[in-house]
């Protein structure tokens, strides 16, 4: 069976096989943020057991991203902001 070329898929097909540079950028971002936490050491990262679990997709969160939204809940609060900015669900530990 021939693989088709990737102009021969449609656009339904061809978004789910491949990201486009703005999904390469976040992902990227979220990686090198992740990686610094861990020390820039291949040896130390954090493995699927040690990641939380998205209680609303289900999807593994890195820690560090826990890390950042619990102190960012824990900062005073700004007299000048009015309202926090929405945040996504709360993650809980595998």
């Given amino acids: ?26 992902n990227a971002t979220r990686n090198a943020m992740e ?9 130390s990262v954090t493995e699927d057991d040690g990641m ?3 209680t609303v997709s289900g999807e593994l969160v890195h820690p560090v991203h826990c890390q950042q939204y619990y102190q960012y809940a824990n900062q005073p609060e700004d ?14 530990s595998v």
């Fill in 35 to 43: 990686f610094a936490a861990e020390g820039w050491d291949w040896r």
């Fill in 79 to 92: 007299p000048i902001i009015t309202s926090a900015p929405e945040s996504g669900p709360v993650p809980t």
């Fill in 1 to 26: 069976m021939p693989i088709p070329m990737r102009t021969e898929y449609s656009d339904r097909v061809r978004s789910r096989l491949w990201n486009n540079r703005y999904e390469i950028h976040e």
């Fill in 52 to 54: 939380f679990v998205c």
